[in-house]
C-alpha cells in the first residue's frame, strides 16, 4: 500500500481504489485502510523534518554511466553493468534513460538534472534478496525518523509484474524493526512519473546503527518489474515547528536596513510530542547551519546591524539528544533581508548671492525627496534653482531611497545681497588726452579691459586709451558678492591728411585727386583751388595746363588738434608733336628733325632704323635735335623708322623722311 503525500499522488490511489471497490468484495476494508493512510499522511506533512541523516543522489557527472555503488556506500546483490540496457538481475548508474530504445521511458533524475546519476534496476526474473542495501550509524535511540525514496516504473507499455518493493529496517544483528510496502507502482501509459514513498518509525532504544534493505515483491523479466530509483533519504522525524516573525505563522520574511535595523523576534509555539524537549535556534549566512551560543528557548530576539542575508530556524530533540544532529528536527527557515542602506552626502555651492543659481546634490540612490526653504521641493538627485532671492537661504533637506532603505542629510544655505554697482557717466575726450573714472557701491573695484587705465583696482582710475573703449567695472561688497556696470570712454581722433600720391599727365588731360582725412568730426578742402572741380571734397577732377602743387587741408570740428595738410605734386607733360620730313641739306631751313616739347621729357628715349633694321640714331632725352647724320655722315635721302618712348607710358613709333 502506498502513502499519499500530494494531491496528484492522492487522485493516483483514489482512481486505484475506486477501481478496486468496483471489482473485489473487500473494497470497503480497503477504503478505510486509504482512508487510514491519508489521514497519516496528512498528520505526517503536518509534522517537521530534520536534515537528512543520509541523502543518496547517486552523485552526478558529464559522462551517461557512473560507477557502481560503492560511491554512495551501498551494496546490491545484482550485477553491475555499465549498458544502457542492463539485463534481467542487472543494474546500472547512469544520467538518462535514452539508450534504453522503446522499452523503457526516457527520463532523467528525480530532480530534472540532465547530469543527475540514478539508479536503474532490470529485476531478476526469481525474486532476490535485495538491489540495496545500506548501513546507517550515528543515530538516536528512542527517536523517530523518516525514510522515503523517489522510484517510477520504467516500462513504456506491457508489464507482466509492475515493480512492487518493501522497504525494510532492521538492527545490525537482522532483527527487523519495521518494513514497508510500496504496493503496485503501475505503468505509466503517458510517460515516466517520479512517485515518493516514505514512511516513519521509532529506533529502539538503546540502538544507534540500523540496516536500509530494498527487495522485489515482483519476479522480472521480459517486460516486467524494471524501475529508477532516486533521492534516498533518511532523517529525524518529529512534532512541527512553526517559526515566524513576531509570532505571526504567515510572518517568515522580513526587511530591514543596515543602521537603522530593528530587534526581531523569532518565535515557535510550544512543541507537543517530545517528553523533555530541547531546543536550539540556528543561523545561517552564506557558510551552512551554525547553533547560536545560548538560544534555547523558543523565541530568540535577533538584531543584526551589517547588509546581508539571515537565515534562521529551531531545531528540537529529546533533551538528551539535542546535541546530536543526526536527532534533530528543524523548523521552516525565516529570511531576514538587512539591505546596505544609501550614504547621503547633500553638497550645495553655498554662500552665494541673490540672482544666482543654486546648485543642489545628493549622493547616489534610486529615489530623491527635496525640501527647503520657500516652499521648495524636488525629486531630482541634483535639482538646480536659478535666480536665487534672500527668501531660498536656509536648509535643504534630501532623503535618499534605495530599495526600501532610506538616508537623509542636510545643508545650509547662506544666501547674500548683491550690491549696486555704478560706473559713472559716459564722457568723451581727444585722443592723447586722459579722464578719471568714478565708480561706486562697493568695497573693491576691478576694471576691464585694463588698457589704458592707471590702475584698475580702484574705485577712480585715469583712463587714457587710444580709441573709443568701453569699460566694464565688477564691484563687490563685504560677502564677496559681485554687480557690474559700464561706461563709455569716447576717443575723438585727430585729424590726418593724405594728399595721395604725385599725378602725371599731359597737357590737355585731366586726372582725379586720391586724398584721404582721418579723425573724429573732421572737414578738409584743398588749396588752390584753381583747375579742380570741387575744392571741397577729397577726390576732385584736377586739369592743370602746367605743373602744380596742391595742398589738403583736414580741421577738426570739434577742436581736437591742429590743422593736418598733405600735399600732392601734379606733373603736366608738354604735347610731343612728331614732323614726318626734315632736310639736312646745311641751307639753314629744316636742317634738323625738330620734335616739338620732347625736350621736356628728359628720361624719354628716341631711336631711328633704317630701312634694313640698322638703328642709325639715338638719344637720351632730346636737347639736341637729330641732324640726319650717322657716324658723323650724312645719311641717305629715303625713309627711315622710329620709336619714341616718354617713360610716362606714352610709346610713339612711326616715320619720317630724310630729304636732300
Known amino acids: 500500500m502506498m502513502v499519499c503525500f500530494n494531491r496528484e499522488r492522492l487522485q493516483q490511489c483514489g482512481r486505484l481504489f475506486s477501481f478496486i471497490s468496483m471489482h473485489n468484495a473487500v473494497s470497503k476494508l480497503l477504503i478505510f485502510i486509504f482512508a487510514l493512510l491519508m489521514f497519516i499522511s496528512i498528520n505526517t506533512h503536518a509534522q517537521s523534518l530534520g536534515d537528512p541523516v543520509v541523502h543518496i543522489t547517486f552523485g552526478a557527472g558529464t559522462s551517461t554511466h557512473a560507477g557502481a555503488l560503492a560511491a554512495d556506500s551501498g ?46 534496476v532490470n529485476a531478476s526474473v526469481s525474486k532476490t534478496d535485495y538491489f540495496y542495501k545500506r548501513e546507517v550509524d550515528g543515530l538516536c535511540g528512542g527517536t523517530t525518523y523518516q525514510f522515503s525514496a523517489w522510484i517510477g516504473n520504467l516500462l513504456r507499455s506491457e508489464d507482466l509484474s509492475p515493480p ?77 515547528l512553526v517559526a515566524s516573525f513576531s509570532g505571526s505563522a504567515s510572518s517568515t520574511t522580513e526587511t530591514e536596513c543596515a543602521g537603522q535595523t530593528t530587534p526581531q523576534t523569532l518565535t515557535v509555539p510550544p512543541v507537543t510530542g517530545y517528553t523533555n524537549p530541547a531546543y536550539q535556534w540556528q543561523l545561517n549566512t552564506g557558510n551552512g547551519w551554525n547553533d547560536i551560543s545560548g538560544a534555547t528557548a523558543l523565541s530568540l530576539t535577533v538584531n543584526p546591524t551589517t547588509a546581508g542575508t539571515y537565515l534562521y530556524r529551531l531545531a528540537s530533540a529529546e533533551s538528551a539528544n539535542i546535541s546530536s544532529l543526526s536527532c534533530r528536527i528543524v523548523s ?105 573714472l568714478n565708480a561706486s557701491g562697493g568695497l573693491s573695484y576691478s576694471w576691464s579691459p585694463t588698457t589704458g587705465l592707471s590702475d584698475p583696482t580702484i574705485a577712480n582710475p585715469v583712463a587714457s586709451p587710444t580709441d573709443t573703449t568701453e569699460y566694464v567695472v565688477t564691484v563687490s561688497n563685504s560677502n564677496a558678492c559681485t554687480a557690474t556696470d559700464t561706461v563709455m570712454v569716447n576717443v575723438l581722433q585727430k585729424p590726418v591728411a593724405n594728399a595721395g600720391a604725385d599725378k602725371f599727365i599731359t597737357q590737355g588731360q585731366s586726372v582725379t585727386l586720391d586724398g584721404t582725412a582721418k579723425g573724429s568730426n573732421v572737414s578738409y578742402y584743398w588749396t588752390p583751388d584753381e583747375y579742380l572741380s570741387n575744392d571741397t571734397v577729397l577726390r576732385p577732377v584736377s586739369s592743370p595746363p602746367e605743373d602744380i602743387t596742391y595742398t589738403l587741408h583736414v580741421v577738426s570740428n570739434v577742436g581736437c588738434g591742429a590743422e593736418a595738410t598733405d600735399n600732392v605734386f601734379v606733373r603736366v607733360y608738354k604735347k610731343v608733336v612728331i614732323p614726318n620730313t626734315f632736310t639736312p641739306n646745311g641751307d639753314g631751313i629744316n636742317d634738323t628733325w625738330d620734335i616739338v616739347a620732347l625736350n621736356t621729357y628728359p628720361e624719354s628715349v628716341t631711336q631711328v632704323f633704317n630701312r634694313y633694321g640698322t638703328l642709325v640714331y639715338k638719344s637720351k632725352g632730346y636737347s639736341i635735335a637729330w641732324d640726319g647724320k650717322y657716324n658723323n655722315q650724312l645719311v641717305p635721302a629715303g625713309t627711315y623708322y622710329y620709336i619714341i618712348d616718354l617713360k610716362n607710358g606714352d610709346v610713339f613709333s612711326g616715320w619720317v623722311l630724310v630729304m636732300r
Not at 544502457?84 to 530532480?111: C, K, L, M, Q, R
Not at 532492521?170 to 518494513?179: E, F, N, P
Not at 505503468?187 to 530494498?214: D, E, H, R
Not at 520657500?374 to 535666480?387: D, E, M
Open 164 to 240: 512492487n518493493i518493501t522497504f525494510g529496517l532492521y538492527q545490525t544483528d537482522g532483527t527487523l524493526i519495521q518494513s514497508y510496502t510500496t504496493g503496485v507502482i503501475p505503468l505509466q501509459p503517458t510517460g515516466f512519473k517520479w512517485v515518493q514513498f516514505a514512511f516513519n518509525f521509532s529506533l529502539p532504544a538503546g540502538t544507534s546503527n540500523v540496516i536500509i534493505k530494498m527487495t522485489n515483491n515482483s519476479n522480472g523479466g521480459a517486460p516486467a518489474n524494471d524501475e529508477a530509483l532516486d533521492d534516498i533519504t533518511f532523517s529525524p522525524y518529529g512534532p512541527a
Open 75 to 120: 551494496t546490491t546483490s545484482y550485477t553491475y553493468s555499465s549498458a544502457d540496457f542492463p539485463t534481467d538481475g542487472s543494474y546500472t548508474i547512469e544520467n538518462t534513460t535514452a539508450g534504453a530504445g522503446n522499452v523503457w521511458w526516457s527520463t532523467t533524475d528525480h530532480t530534472g538534472d540532465p547530469g543527475g546519476y540514478m539508479m536503474i
Open 332 to 436: 521552516n527557515v525565516l529570511t531576514l533581508t538587512v539591505n546596505s542602506a544609501p550614504s547621503a552626502t547633500v553638497t550645495a555651492n553655498t554662500p552665494l548671492c541673490t540672482g544666482n543659481a543654486l546648485n543642489l546634490s545628493v549622493s547616489s540612490g534610486t529615489n530623491y525627496s527635496w525640501t527647503g526653504p520657500n516652499g521648495f521641493t524636488s525629486t531630482l538627485q541634483n535639482p538646480v534653482i536659478s535666480n536665487i532671492t534672500a527668501a531660498g537661504a536656509g536648509v535643504y533637506t534630501a532623503t535618499v531611497t534605495s530599495g526600501n532603505c532610506s538616508a537623509t542629510s542636510s545643508v545650509t544655505v547662506s544666501v547674500y545681497a548683491q550690491p549696486v554697482a555704478d560706473a559713472g557717466s559716459d564722457v568723451t575726450i581727444c585722443s592723447g588726452e586722459s579722464t578719471t
